[in-house]
């Protein structure tokens, strides 16, 4: 397809892991992006992964990378209410082109 | 501190009228980008800058207008040509050289505008 897909919803329990899954588009891409979403509020770039990379870790973050697949996923460890937000992945085009995100609940 | 801003956060708008969304930044970024957000729909580009004086389309155009005198300034208009222009609007920016060093978009906390 043309578009980034995503699941719109997910919904985890605190101190569970939290994953996003993300398919894109462009198997050319070379960077690829993770941003956050609170309500009312601009994005948030939360981390990036470059297209020869199979994966990064960032504190509570992990970034995996299936270039074969164009599968992008965000897991998220010890997931906090904090946590609660809308995610967007993103890849590198003439303008970044965003999924239509994620809404992660964390229920206490 | 360096970052973006847009205002009004708040704009409300009768029908038939022209308006203006602010977008100012002083993160000495050379391209700025105006995207849509609507409920369910991710972000859609309108309008992107690369330089000075000079600007493209996205894949929402129609409706919408936008300039770019000044590097740190990239402001949109919305026109009465705009069908259904409810919506939050984001302005981001960001090197142009988007290499190791630079990498993603800075974001203004965005202007939700109200057709009454």
């Known amino acids: 397809g043309e578009d980034v897909e995503q699941s719109l919803f997910l919904s985890v329990r605190e101190g569970d892991s939290s994953v996003i899954n993300c398919t894109y588009t462009?198997?050319?891409?070379?960077?690829l992006y993770w941003y956050k979403q609170e309500p009312g509020a601009g994005l948030q770039l939360l981390t990036y992964?470059?297209?020869?990379?199979d994966m990064k870790q960032d504190q509570r973050l992990t970034v995996l990378l299936n270039k074969k697949d164009k599968h992008l996923s965000l897991r998220i460890a010890d997931t906090q209410t904090g946590d609660s937000a809308i995610y967007f992945c993103?890849?590198?085009?003439?303008?970044?082109?965003f999924g239509k995100g994620t809404t992660l609940s964390v229920s206490s | 501190d360096g970052g973006i801003t847009q205002s009004p956060k708040y704009l409300f708008r009768k029908e038939g009228q022209n308006v203006t969304l602010s977008c100012e930044q002083n993160?000495?970024?050379?391209?700025m980008y105006w995207y849509r957000q609507d409920p369910g729909q991710g972000l859609r580009l309108i309008y992107y800058?690369?330089?000075?004086?000079?600007?493209q389309k996205g894949d929402i155009a129609e409706g919408y207008s936008v300039s770019r005198e000044k590097k740190e300034s990239f402001p949109l208009t919305v026109t009465s040509a705009q069908k259904n222009p409810t919506a939050f609007y984001l302005c981001?920016?960001?090197?142009?050289?988007?290499?190791?060093?630079?990498?993603?978009?800075?974001f203004g906390s965005g202007t939700r505008l109200t057709v009454v």
């Open positions: 981001a920016s960001s090197p142009r050289d988007r290499g190791p060093r630079n990498y993603g978009y800075t």
């Open positions: 462009d198997s050319s891409s070379t960077y």
């Open positions: 992964i470059f297209s020869n990379m």
């Open positions: 993103a890849e590198a085009g003439t303008a970044l082109i």
């Open positions: 993160l000495n970024h050379d391209a």
């Open positions: 800058s690369q330089i000075v004086n000079d600007f």
